[in-house]
C-alpha cells in the first residue's frame, strides 16, 4: 500500500509503540495517532483529548495531557500585546500654519513609554486638485503622552490653502 504526494509514490507507514498505540502520516505528512480510550490520541507523550471548535487552540493542562480550548481574552498575543493603532479626529489645519495640539489616546495604553511610533498625516481631500498640490502637510513634531496613553502631534500646512487631515497612528512596544 502506497500514497503518493506530488506525484512521488510514498510506502505507507505504520507504527506500532511499546503502549500500543498506532500512528500513521497522513498523505500530507502529518504525524497521527489512534488507538486509547474515550477518543484521546497520544503525540510525543501528551495525551490529547476533546474534538476541537473553529477558534480552538490545543492548550496543555498537565505536563502529559492537553485538550482543546477556547482562548482567553487578552490572551497575549503579539497583535494585541504588543502593538497600538490609533486615529485623530478630521482636523483642519489653516494655511501656512501649525496645528496642535492633536491628542491621540490609544485604545488601551502601554505600560510604559518604551514603544516605537510611525505617525502619518493623511489629506482628505482628492490628490492634485486645485487644493492639494503635492505633499501639503507633515507631521512637524511628535511627543509621547505620560503612561504609555498615546501620542500628541503638531501638522505642519506649507501649501496656500486649507486642509482637512487625519493622523494615523501605528506604535510598537519595545
Known amino acids: 500500500m502506497a500514497t503518493t504526494i506530488n506525484q512521488v509514490e510514498f510506502p505507507k507507514v505504520f507504527i506500532a509503540g511499546p503502549s500500543g498505540y ?9 504525524l497521527l495517532t489512534t488507538g486509547g ?5 497520544v503525540i510525543d507523550g501528551v495525551t490529547v483529548s476533546g474534538t476541537p471548535s473553529v477558534g480552538q487552540v490545543l492548550t496543555a493542562t498537565s505536563p502529559t495531557a492537553a485538550d482543546w480550548a477556547t482562548p482567553s481574552a487578552g490572551g ?3 497583535l494585541t500585546a504588543n502593538w497600538r493603532f490609533a486615529r485623530s479626529a478630521l482636523t483642519t489645519c489653516l494655511t501656512a500654519s501649525v496645528t496642535g495640539p492633536v491628542t491621540i489616546n490609544f485604545p488601551t495604553a502601554f505600560a510604559d513609554n518604551y514603544y516605537t511610533v510611525q505617525v502619518s498625516a493623511v489629506c482628505n481631500e482628492a490628490p492634485m486638485t486645485s487644493t492639494v498640490v503635492a505633499q501639503p502637510v507633515i507631521v512637524c513634531l511628535m511627543e509621547l503622552q505620560a503612561a504609555g496613553a498615546g501620542v500628541t502631534v503638531w501638522i505642519e500646512n506649507a501649501d496656500s490653502g486649507t486642509h482637512y487631515v487625519t493622523v494615523n ?5 519595545d
Open 22 to 30: 498506532i500512528a500513521d502520516v497522513d498523505s500530507t505528512g502529518h
Open 37 to 41: 480510550s474515550g477518543g484521546s490520541s
Open 76 to 78: 497575549g498575543s503579539e
Open 169 to 173: 497612528v501605528m506604535a510598537r512596544h
